[in-house]
């Protein structure tokens, strides 16, 4: 049974991708920061169905608590699947974004990654087998108006995923991104409406979290042995 640690996994696509981890037979570590409540029940779904889950809570932009956060996990054993899902996004214009929404954004999407990702990667080495999967969005392809901050932290992350796949492929470690387009959760409520996603999503509809995470299971999987330093469009064919 491989550890697998999704962060962000208390709503919405970490949710789903945390469910279909817990039933490919994996044991899922299943993070939150402030929405501990939600982490709870989704590990308590993935039990009554059977899998193997635990929840943890810290902040991924505050360095030091997450390095301490991930020793205890650490401790039970090396973390062989990673799912950097957790994300945020403070919109405006350009003109008038303040310093607090590009510091935000850049700290969870960006530094969170580091912050993660990092002390996880040599104890993954080791084992000489590992998923590192980051979910990113379209604005990382191809931007969007209002979201000069989210685009650039998606876009970093791109850039992330393709140099560390070079570093850890010959140890057996793939890196990939996945880069969801309009996908039904809470975050997306209010921000398309029908006439907005038959506009924008030649699909003509929104895509669901669990498509997302039947696209992340794959990733994580044996037969994805192939595939890194790839960012994986998931979007209707915006793209």
Do not use: C
């Amino acid at each position: 049974m491989k550890r697998a640690l999704v962060t962000g996994a208390s709503g919405g696509i970490g949710a789903a991708i945390a469910r279909r981890l817990g039933a490919d037979g994996h044991h899922v570590i299943v993070h939150a920061n402030r929405r501990r409540d939600q982490a709870a029940a989704v590990v308590a779904g993935i039990v009554a169905a059977g899998g193997s889950a635990e929840a943890v809570a810290f902040d991924i932009t505050d360095a030091a608590a997450t390095s301490a956060a991930l020793d205890a996990i650490l401790v039970a054993g090396p973390v062989q699947i990673l799912v950097n899902n957790a994300g945020l996004h403070a919109d405006a214009v350009f003109p008038g974004m303040g310093a607090e929404q590009w510091h935000m954004v850049m700290d969870v999407n960006l530094n969170g990654f580091y912050n993660v990702t990092q002390p996880l990667t040599l104890p993954m080495i080791r084992t000489r087998w590992g998923r590192i999967i980051t979910i990113t969005s379209v604005a990382g392809l191809v931007g969007n108006r209002g979201q000069v901050n989210y685009a650039a932290a998606k876009g970093a992350l791109h850039a992330a995923t393709k140099s560390l796949a070079l570093e850890l492929a010959s140890r057996k470690v793939t890196v990939n991104a996945v880069a969801p387009g309009i996908i039904a959760t809470e975050m997306s409520e209010g921000s398309f409406d029908q006439a907005a996603i038959d506009r924008l999503v030649p699909m003509k509809r929104a895509g669901q979290p669990e498509e997302v995470a039947d696209l992340v299971a794959f990733l994580a999987s044996d037969r994805a042995a192939y595939i890194t330093g790839q960012i994986l469009s998931i979007n209707g064919g915006m793209v």
